[in-house]
Every structure is written in structure tokens, then in C-alpha cells.
Nanobody, 122 residues
């Protein structure tokens, strides 16, 4: 019903920047919150940043001042600008969206992207 497709991951040196994108498509009536999570090897998945439909944001302490989340509601797309990257930012980054879907009435669901690898290494 809803697909989230991420892009923008890759290999970057410490101190570098990357921009992740996540586009939602499908039977979408509206999207409330969108966010980015990450999971490093051997660790639990953690929230990196979130943004509401009204633009209110929240960040993990570890990324405050370095990462910026934004969204384009018209395109159902969320972005994560990552600056001053550190080796400890290395992880698979997942997009998440809280979506109201159409088709047989309105229903709310939680959807995830497939993940994109971010590696910070010299």
C-alpha cells in the first residue's frame, strides 16, 4: 500500500557530509510524522531525527547541531542532511513514516524503508 524508498547513502570520510532522501508513494491520504532511524552492527535501532507534518523536529542528542531533518509535504519526501560525520555515525539508516492510507476507508499505519548504508571511514 505504501512504499518508502531511500537514497543518498554511501562512504564518506570523517568530517564529510551526506544527504539522505526518502520518498513515500502509494495509497496515501496523509502523512503525519516522518523520521530517520539507524542501526549499527550489534546495536539496537535508534531514532536519529523526526519531523511532524507541521515541521516540528526532534533529534537524538548525538546528532544535534550536525544533522538537519526536513520534509517536502507536496512530494511526500523527507530528507536528512548530515554534516560533520563521525565514524560512530556508521549504520544502516531507515526511513519511517506514520501514514493514513486510503482504500476501504482510512487506516493509519507505520511504514519503513529498506535502509541505506552510511559508512564514515578514512
Amino acid at each position: 500500500q505504501v512504499q518508502l524508498v531511500e537514497s543518498g547513502g554511501g562512504l564518506v570520510q570523517p568530517g564529510g557530509s551526506l544527504r539522505l532522501s526518502c520518498a513515500a508513494s502509494g495509497s496515501i491520504f496523509s502523512i503525519t510524522a516522518m523520521g530517520w532511524y539507524r542501526q549499527a552492527p550489534g546495536k539496537q535501532r535508534e531514532l536519529v531525527a523526526g519531523i511532524t507534518s507541521g515541521g516540528r523536529t526532534n533529534y537524538a542528542d548525538s546528532v544535534k547541531g550536525r544533522f538537519t531533518i526536513s520534509r517536502d509535504n507536496a512530494k511526500n519526501t523527507v530528507y536528512l542532511q548530515m554534516n560533520s560525520l563521525k565514524p560512530e555515525d556508521t549504520a544502516v539508516y531507515y526511513c519511517n513514516a506514520d501514514v493514513v492510507v486510503t482504500g476501504g476507508g482510512l487506516r493509519r499505519g507505520d511504514y519503513w524503508g529498506q535502509g541505506t548504508q552510511v559508512t564514515v571511514s578514512s
